[in-house]
Structure formats: structure tokens, C-alpha cells
């Protein structure tokens, strides 16, 4: 099977065909770090005490996760409606639902629009 050729970054350097030059990986890294410096703590975002102790009651009682074809354990408690859009069901077990840490990235990045 015949692979693509190197390509130049923007920066010069020559970067193997399917990988991110260095240049870009160290953007990517600073432009993440200013976008958390201006996000409230975890607490501030209602994901305090109260929410840790549900959510560890919660990954207990489900220990798979919830997504369609998937059997691998169950490591984040997912909203299914965000915190932001109904406050009041932050706590509710009704409103979680179980997920991989690879499900719930995906559609954690897919809701807040990174993954578009």
C-alpha cells in the first residue's frame, strides 16, 4: 500500500504523513491552558463534594458503560441534560447516565462544539 509523502509544516519543518508537527502540538497545548485559565474552578461549576459523592455511588451501581455496543467499565458519570441547561437536575440520578472516559470525551467534545 503506498503511503503519502512528508508534508512541510508552516513552520519548515518536514513532518511524516498522519503526524502533528511540534509547532502545532506546543499551539494546541498553550491555546488549551489560556482557555482553562478563564473557566471557574470545578466547584464554581457545580461539580463540588456533593456531585463527587453521587457520582461514586453512581460508576458503583453502573459498572458499564452506556453507550450503544460497548462493554468497557464504566469511569464518568454523564448529564444527560448539562448542568448549564437545567441547574436543578444536577444532583438527580435520573439525569446521569454511565459512560467510558472515551464516551464521554466524544460526546462531551460533540455538545460543547470541539468536535465540529
Known amino acids: 500500500m503506498p503511503m503519502r509523502p512528508p508534508r512541510v509544516c508552516t513552520c519548515g519543518k518536514v ?3 498522519g503526524q502533528r508537527c511540534q509547532c ?3 499551539r494546541d497545548k498553550a491555546r488549551n491552558a489560556a482557555y482553562d485559565r478563564t ?9 463540588d463534594h456533593a456531585w463527587r459523592k453521587l457520582r461514586a455511588e453512581f460508576l458503583a451501581d453502573n459498572r458499564v458503560c452506556s453507550a450503544e455496543g460497548c462493554n468497557a467499565p464504566a469511569t464518568d458519570a454523564d ?3 448539562s448542568v448549564k ?3 436543578d437536575l444536577r444532583l438527580d440520578r435520573r439525569n446521569l447516565r454511565a459512560f467510558c472516559h472515551r464516551h464521554h470525551s466524544r ?10
Do not use: E, M, W
Open 79 to 81: 448529564h444527560v441534560l
Open 24 to 26: 502545532q502540538i506546543a
Open 107 to 116: 460526546r462531551t467534545a460533540k455538545d460543547q462544539g470541539f468536535a465540529r
Open 15 to 17: 513532518v511524516p504523513s
Open 85 to 87: 441547561q437545567r441547574p
Open 39 to 47: 473557566r471557574p474552578n470545578a466547584a464554581a461549576r457545580g461539580y
